[in-house]
T-cell receptor, first 110, second 113 residues
Framework: DAEITQSPRHKITETGRQVTLACHQT?????MFWYRQDLGHGLRLIHY???????NKGEVSDGYSVSRSNTEDLPLTLESAASSQTSVYFC?????????FGSGTRLTVV | AQSVAQPEDQVNVAEGNPLTVKCTYS??????LFWYVQYPNRGLQFLLK??????LVKGSYGFEAEFNKSQTSFHLKKPSALVSDSALYFC???????????FGQGTTLQVKP
């Protein structure tokens, strides 16, 4: 069965370190998205991609980057982790109004 | 620009009573609208969506929602609430050809026995 997987499920890192969160989908969806979830803010869009080599900034993109070298993967990189980036991160993919979400990565920056 | 509002942080209802979780939106072009539910320490679960057609949409677990274009609303409803419906509910509109969903801040539904 097709699926979307995020790794790791939990991550603790130190301030200033570079961190990469993985997102891998086997739906063959062109559209992929990264969101962060914080109490009181719901889910906010970080970056998104409509296909290979395409990336776009969302509403809270500062301090984050993504790359899309193939259809299946959209890794999210925190260039220099900050305590304000402690959050739960969700990846999603979509096609034809069908959206699938990953189980999330809980990131703690200490 | 897309925006969404869930005006209630929390909705309390007694088990067996009807429930409504409100959502209003603003999108460019023809909207498509989703409701998701999230249980503690879990991911998002799809409840229902409106793309086109009948304004009343039926979804999972007995939930339904009505698309009202003039009021730009997409309220979630259930005729008889269960304690197990207690969770965090998100409205998520998308619009035009962006393919992007934006999320409201969420509404916590508390159903008491």
């Amino acid at each position: 069965d097709a699926e979307i997987t995020q790794s790791p499920r939990h991550k603790i890192t130190e301030t200033g370190r570079q961190v990469t969160l993985a997102c891998h989908q086997t739906w063959n969806h062109n559209n992929m998205f990264w969101y962060r979830q914080d109490l009181g803010h719901g889910l906010r869009l970080i970056h998104y991609s409509y296909g290979v080599q395409d990336t776009n900034k969302g509403e809270v993109s500062d301090g984050y980057s993504v790359s899309r070298s193939n259809t299946e993967d959209l890794p999210l990189t925190l260039e220099s982790a900050a305590s304000s980036q402690t959050s739960v991160y969700f990846c999603a993919s979509s096609a034809n109004y069908g959206y699938t979400f990953g189980s999330g990565t809980r990131l703690t920056v200490v | 620009a897309q925006s969404v509002a869930q005006p209630e942080d929390q909705v309390n209802v007694a088990e067996g009573n009807p429930l409504t979780v409100k959502c209003t939106y603003s999108v460019s072009g023809n909207p498509y609208l989703f409701w998701y539910v999230q249980y503690p320490n879990r991911g998002l679960q799809f409840l229902l969506k409106y793309i086109t057609g009948d304004n009343l949409v039926k979804g999972s677990y007995g939930f339904e929602a009505e698309f009202n274009k003039s009021q730009t609303s997409f309220h979630l409803k259930k005729p008889s609430a269960l304690v197990s419906d207690s969770a965090l509910y998100f409205c998520a509109p998308g619009g035009g050809n962006t393919g992007k969903l934006i999320f409201g801040q969420g509404t916590t539904l508390q159903v008491k026995p």
